[in-house]
């Protein structure tokens, strides 16, 4: 018997919780009724063609929204110092994006030129 | 028939995997990550891979971390989930038009794997629904071999965080390479001066707004941004008539 705890708990399954577990079950449900929202019922409506044209406007949007505070905020607060690796990091990898703009590795550049820039700053100035 | 044979067949299948494989490794650090930060939230290891596996939402993942350790109420912690994914119900009123000629059951599979990165490549990719048999069966075959390989990107890191939870330090940063690989794609969107102008006011909406509880900040800005724009693009093609 205790050698079967002993093992469960190498898993963590000795304080396994159900209620953890429908409750993440519950999450996914949650990713699928907000990603199909608006169309998971049957019936036939569109949307105004004022919006529908308006949505173009959405994805660059929401890019934007999401990243700029995580380059330009600390803890909810504005940065105010230039002392920042991810101010330099994201003009790198921004730089090479507009540099090689239009090569199918653009992208990937990206990645790698901001990470070599935010790296040694992060990591060896402590920025 | 969605994630079918015929549709890995296609080629916009392969297009839709590749153009996103150059964008993985920035999803993958960023679900290494994420793997990290669940691997130490004291939930139980079967707990966190369920987590990493079925959730597939990094941000409503990492907000329902903390009250999930708290021992907050079930309706909390879904409340929550929902508030900040409400992005994607925007995201899937603008889908909705290319999404209406499958079953229910296929276009809710679907829904499921849409995440930001699939949604904004695969509205670059086809600005307008299609209307064509075949236009319809491209657009599906693209948006399977996207989100495939962004499942697979995040959900493998995800759980590969959680096992190497102790010997991956965050202060190494790489959580930054998600935010690189988005800052890539939102300056291959940048193409109209417009689009410029949308990006500029999200954000600064998005930092002014940062208050907002549940990342509703995200929410406003993305509204004003689509309202500024639209208003001014009506009002700009009203005066062209005009002159």
Redesign the interface.
């Known amino acids: 018997m205790d050698a079967l705890i002993t093992w469960l708990s190498v898993?963590?399954?000795n304080?396994?919780?159900p209620?953890?577990?429908?409750?993440?079950?519950?999450?996914?449900c949650?990713?699928?009724?907000?990603?199909?929202?608006?169309?998971?019922a049957?019936e036939?409506w569109?949307?105004p063609t004022?919006?529908?044209?308006?949505?173009?406007?959405?994805?660059?949007?929401?890019?934007?929204?999401?990243?700029?505070?995580?380059?330009?905020?600390t803890k909810?607060i504005?940065i105010h110092t230039w002392a920042d690796?991810?101010i330099y990091?994201?003009l790198a990898?921004?730089a090479y994006?507009?540099w090689r703009?239009g090569s199918?590795?653009?992208?990937?550049?990206?990645?790698v030129a901001?990470?070599s820039v935010?790296?040694p700053l992060?990591?060896g100035l402590a920025w | 028939m969605f994630f079918s044979r015929t549709q890995r067949r296609n080629p916009a299948y392969r297009q839709g995997f590749?153009e996103m494989l150059?964008?993985a490794?920035?999803i993958a650090a960023w679900g290494l990550m994420t793997g990290v930060a669940m691997a130490k939230s004291g939930?139980?290891?079967?707990?966190v891979l369920?987590?990493a596996i079925?959730?597939?939402?990094g941000s409503?993942?990492l907000a329902?971390i903390p009250l999930?350790a708290a021992g907050a109420p079930?309706w909390v912690?879904?409340a929550t989930?929902?508030c900040v994914?409400?992005?994607?119900?925007?995201?899937?009123?603008?889908?909705?038009?290319y999404?209406?000629h499958l079953p229910?059951r296929q276009?809710?599979t679907?829904?499921?794997f849409?995440?930001?990165l699939t949604?904004?490549l695969f509205?670059?990719r086809y600005?307008v629904p299609g209307t064509t048999e075949q236009e319809r069966a491209d657009q599906m075959a693209y948006l399977a071999g996207n989100a495939t390989i962004n499942w697979l990107s995040w959900t493998g890191c995800s759980v590969l965080g959680v096992v190497l939870a102790n010997y991956i330090p965050s202060?190494?940063?790489l959580a930054?390479?998600g935010?690189?690989?988005?800052?890539?794609?939102?300056?291959?969107?940048?193409t109209s001066r417009?689009?410029v102008l949308?990006?500029?006011?999200?954000?600064v909406?998005?930092?002014m707004a940062?208050?907002l509880p549940l990342k509703l900040?995200?929410l406003v800005?993305?509204a004003a941004?689509?309202?500024l724009?639209?208003v001014l693009?009506?009002y700009l093609a009203s005066n062209v008539r005009e002159a």
């Open positions: 898993w963590g399954l304080d396994w919780n209620w953890t577990f429908l409750t993440i079950v519950l999450m996914a949650v990713t699928v009724i907000t990603r199909s929202f608006f169309f998971i049957d036939p569109n949307l004022w919006a529908q044209r308006g949505m173009q406007y959405a994805p660059i949007a929401a890019l934007s929204a999401v990243i700029i505070p995580e380059i330009l905020m909810g504005f690796a991810r990091g994201a990898g921004a994006f507009f703009r199918a590795q653009a992208v990937l550049g990206t990645i901001g990470m935010y790296i992060h990591v | 590749m150059t964008v490794p920035g939930m139980s290891t079967p707990d369920a987590m079925l959730v597939f939402a409503s993942q329902a999930l079930l912690i879904l989930a929902f994914n409400l992005r994607f119900v925007v995201f899937s009123a603008h889908l909705r038009s999404l209406m229910r276009r809710v679907a829904g499921y849409v995440a930001d949604y904004v509205t670059k600005p202060a190494w940063g930054f390479a935010v690189l690989a988005l800052t890539g794609i939102l300056c291959s969107l940048a417009m689009r949308s990006a500029m006011m999200a954000a909406v998005a930092i940062y208050a900040n995200i800005a993305i941004a689509v309202v724009c639209s693009e009506s």
